[in-house]
């Protein structure tokens, strides 16, 4: 009997198991992939400058899933949920002080040993972590309008921090795409859903054909808002030609790398943040559609565990734990590659695993590694209870 049980344990572990071996191994894939592109973005004038961080982050991050194997994360995330979310807006504030690092227009780092810190990365996984906790001590609430915008209220109050201080127009579209995903999922409010959803929809495309009917003098675009010129060089990129350069030559680089790319290490166009928000520019360059391709059906496979382990949880919690995740990480690749693609307008937002940054990766492995305990948990749960069932 108890060869049999073992037998039984094995199989049913095995199969909770995949999730988290298949989800270890293709999230170091993709991070390697971003190792490699990064090489041949920066090599040539930083040496290894860029790699060696880079690779220093990534084995952080693959430690942090190891670790996450052995512990009780979302027990702990459960608990602290509060204070990182408080933690998160204080870093945010302390953006507008001399701490705050100012770039191409914008300040969204903080200068602190070793790194520079982005807040909004931790304000993105403070947000899961609160609304998950929130929603799961209130689900008795959940068809309650008013209850769902509390919630809309935990994901509004960084977005706008993030959009005041930072001009940071798509991380906070980020928090608020992770707000909105998750009621919808939980809440049992889904027409209000429509209907805010709707009115977002009218209210962007209104400001879109505001800005259309109001166009800049391209030879002043320099005197209006970073964001209105980021807009109107989507719209119209051969008018504004200067402010429309990246997008453009991100376009063309992608044009002439055709369907197998140039070449690995090789680029024939000078790609613009080729390290950071458009590395996805570079791997179709230099790996082709074909590439790009590829690095897609890694995202969807990846996106895929993750919902397998949430659906595998032990507890409601830590289902709505791992789909914010899941919602944040399809969110933010979706968008970079609409950002890359021109399909969106250039928004500077960093392609999850693989562009340069020791936030962006460290976060994204921090999510994955609360995925993998949670896998664990289930594991173990399940072995418990069979066990527990054949002993009688």
Known sequence: MIMKMNRKLKKISAEIYKPYYNMFFISICIAVLGILMITSATYTESGLFYVSRQVIFVLIGIMFMIVGAHIDIAKGLYKLSKFLYVTAIMLLILLVTPLGVSSHGATRWLRVPFIQLQPVEIAKLAVIVLLAAFIYKKNRYSKSIKFTIYCWIVGI?????????????????????????????????KKMH?????TAVGLIAGYILHIKSNLPDPAHIDYYSYRIARIVAWLYPDRYSDAAYQSQTALYSIGSGGFWGVGLGRMYVNIPEGQTDFIFVLLTHQLGIFGGICLILCYVYLLFQILKIALNACSLYETILVI???VHIATQVVVNMGVCTSLLPNTGLPLVLISYGGSSILTSFAELAICVSVSKKSVVKVSKKIAKEELG
């Open 157 to 189: 109050i960084p977005a706008l921090l993030t959009l005041k201080v930072s001009s940071d127009l798509s991380s906070a579209l980020v928090i608020m795409a992770i707000t909105f995903g998750l009621t919808f999922i939980f809440n049992r409010t």
């Open 324 to 326: 914010g995740i899941l």
């Open 194 to 198: 429509i209907v805010v959803l709707l």
